[in-house]
């Protein structure tokens, strides 16, 4: 209930989730080329800057770790490694 009460403040703002989310990444997924999988991070500089602002906006359980998990699974950034048929197929949608 908190992180949904905390949506609907974005939108009586003027703002959606959607467009603070991608701001994180100025409106670009980060394609990272890494080549192995121990060179993934578990957070990064905008994945901390993400936790820290949704917890200024209300939002929970948005640690650091969580918000890079996160924009890993909705395409916020690429972390496949090069070797993956799925980095160059994430690439080609950009």
């Known amino acids: 209930m908190t992180n949904a ?3 609907l403040q974005l939108r ?12 994180f990444v100025e409106g670009e997924p980060i394609m990272h080329r890494y080549r ?3 060179q993934i991070p578990a957070e990064t500089e905008e994945s901390r800057a993400m936790s ?4 200024r906006r209300g939002f929970g359980f948005v640690g650091p770790t969580v918000c890079y998990a ?4 909705t395409g916020l950034v690429n972390d496949h ?12 949608i950009r």
């Open 52 to 55: 820290k602002e949704l917890k």
């Open 70 to 73: 996160f924009m890993q699974a």
């Open 12 to 23: 009586e703002g003027g703002s959606s989730l959607d467009e603070l989310l991608w701001s």
């Open 81 to 92: 490694v090069v070797q993956c048929f799925r980095w160059a197929q994430v690439q080609g």
């Open 36 to 38: 192995r999988l121990g």
């Open 5 to 7: 009460r905390a949506v």
